[in-house]
């Protein structure tokens, strides 16, 4: 195997096996940073030794062995030959002597998978800012290096790399436990999960900055991870719901960028470029989260909003007024300006941009709608409707100075130049 075969070898292994790897590495040591370095420092010895001796046939197995060896030379190095050495010691001659020589060791799927679920918990904990939350989740759960991370998200790499070491500071300072809660904190700790891969999801599919509309990679890996978290609580009706919203959102990829990369809104995109696959499998996941709850939570109400829109044959045919019923019952269990907003748009379409235009007006005083270049948008395509081109375009150009996205600026400049016209 060639030396550049085998590093892309390595790197689709090290993407699939890194979160299980760190996972089980953290019940040991009870750090993340510790379990981090462990896991690297296997990645390292895989860089210089698969070259020459190939991947190996249970690669997962080969890496933790090798990581479960770094764990016993470090605590032996700090002179703590205690049971947990011994503990380590043991588990270590089992899976060599059930791997030979290539570590082919069984794995104890009930085990990792368990390990992976505290792992989700802990790099989403609450005592951890959102952004810290995102890198670290990215970092361990999506086998990103703090590169990948800090270009996908337009920040400088010292910054994300910063974010990292202070979030497993802050989580080692906390005594945060490698555990999934239980009672009512399992709810809210949850709560911050899903919130975590939305954030990461929505940054890929409409990226808040820069020249590119869309970033495919880190919708990719949002979805990867609902399914993963699927899998792992399959009696969590909200993980359904934000599997089902994700897939839906990501079957419009396609059709969401013209030729030359420029933004196609919804109500102009070539449906027959929709992924009709990952549909079903949305629209799969959405059924699954009705049966599991009596109620839909906030991410099923989005899904079966997005179900509206993947379940109409033409934008002509789309369910307007069951979409402003969803929005408005999503105001209420999560009320927000922003869900009001887009309830107006709802209601503009079911009923005309006059009650429509009278809903965005009562928001034009939200503080935090300030800054927020979606509300002069909406209120410019209403206005413009009304045949009132001269405040439109003014809006248009209000919008365009507050998106930090060169696409949307340009598209948005293009509407106003309409309205001049």
Known sequence: MGVAEAHGAIEAVWRIESARLIAGLVRMMRDVGIAEELAQDALVAALEQ????????????????????????????????????????????????????????????????????????????????????????????????????????????????????????????????????????RAARLSSVLEVIYLVFNEGYSATAGDDWMRPALCEDALRLGRILAELMPKEPEVHGLVALMEIQASRSHARIGPGGEPVLLLEQNRARWDHMLIRRGLTALARADALGDTRGPYALQAAIAACHARARTAQETDWTRIAALYAALAQLIPSPVIELNRAVAVGMALGPAPALELVDTLTAEPSLKGYHLLPSVRGDLLAKLGRLDEARAEFERAASLTRNGRERTLLLDRAAACGS
Do not use: Y
């Open 50 to 185: 698969w070259p020459e001796s190939g991947v190996p046939r249970n690669p997962g197995a080969w890496l933790m062995a090798i990581a479960k060896r770094r764990a016993v030379d470090l605590i032996r190095r700090r002179e703590r030959l205690d049971r947990k050495v011994e503990e380590l010691g043991r588990e270590l001659e089992i899976d060599s002597d059930a791997a030979g020589p290539d570590f082919d060791a069984a794995v104890d799927d009930d085990r990792i998978e368990d390990d992976l679920l505290r792992l989700v918990f802990t790099a989403c904990h609450p005592v951890l800012s959102s952004e810290a939350r995102v890198a670290l989740t990215l970092r361990l759960l999506g086998g990103l290096t703090t590169d990948e991370i800090a270009r996908a998200f337009l920040v400088p790499e010292s910054t994300v790399a910063q974010r990292i070491v202070r979030a497993k500071r802050t989580l080692a300072d906390a005594g945060v436990p490698f555990e999934v809660p239980e009672g009512p904190e």
